[in-house]
């Protein structure tokens, strides 16, 4: 079946440092991938779509400057998340729809971000 | 706009029993309505869908849910709970195919022997 992979897994990082998160979708090209925030005990939170060859597009509430989103090629979009604080550790999550499969959402493992 | 709405955040049932885990939706369009299931520190699985035709719909671990536009639900149940059903289940709708999900809060599901 489709694979969503996510790199890295988890991440610790000191506060005003960046963190890259990348996103790929391993056996099928993703023009669209989605980018989800899901705080503990909490639902997911759509923060972004991410489109390749052109900007990503940001739900509203959703600092474009904090979180980078870089839709490099068919099969990676990457997050990255700028100057980060204790308040931006979270699990980030992203989705990419597969054409083939009537364009259901698969889901990556996650990435886990403290911020000391 | 579209939400989701589940009820009950924790439901605890004993190994056997059935599993009702509830959700209600809002949507202006017939929507497509999913559920997730999600284990600790790991993403979402499909375990099923409603996108159109028969509204009872059977999803994967002998998982069902039920599309009530009457009712604007879609329960999602189970005959008979095992321990590995234990994990936190999330209900979704879409009013875009499968863009733009919207999730509803989460109900965390516990299994006891």
């Known amino acids: 079946g489709a694979v969503v992979s996510q790199h890295p897994s988890w991440v610790i990082c000191k506060s005003g440092t960046s963190v890259k998160i990348e996103c790929r979708s391993l056996?099928?090209?993703?023009?669209?991938m989605f980018w989800y925030r899901q705080f503990p005990k909490q639902s997911l939170m759509l923060m972004a779509t991410?489109?390749?060859?052109?900007?990503?597009?940001?739900e509203q509430g959703v600092e474009k400057d904090k979180f980078l989103i870089n839709h490099a090629s068919l099969t990676l979009s990457t997050l990255t998340v700028t100057s980060a604080h204790p308040e931006d550790s979270s699990f980030y999550i992203c989705?990419?729809?597969?054409?083939?499969?009537?364009?259901?959402?698969?889901f990556g493992p996650g990435t886990r971000l403290t911020v000391l | 706009a579209q939400s989701v709405t589940q009820l009950g955040s924790h439901v605890s049932v004993s190994e056997g029993a059935l599993v009702l885990l509830r959700c209600n939706y809002s949507s202006s369009v017939p929507p497509y309505l999913f559920w997730y299931v999600q284990y600790p520190n790991q993403g979402l699985q499909l375990l099923l869908k409603?996108?159109?035709?028969?509204?009872l719909v059977k999803g994967i671990n002998g998982f069902e849910a039920e599309f009530k536009k009457s009712e604007t639900s879609f329960h999602l149940t189970k005959p008979s709970a095992h321990m590995s059903d234990a994990a936190e289940y999330f209900c979704?709708?879409?009013?875009?195919?499968?863009?733009?999900?919207?999730f509803g809060t989460g109900t965390r599901l516990l299994v006891s022997p």
């Open positions: 979704a709708v879409s009013e875009l195919g499968f863009q733009k999900l919207v």
């Open positions: 409603y996108t159109t035709g028969a509204t």
């Open positions: 989705s990419a729809p597969r054409g083939d499969f009537g364009n259901e959402q698969f």
């Open positions: 991410s489109n390749e060859g052109s900007k990503a597009t940001y």
């Open positions: 056996d099928f090209q993703a023009t669209t």
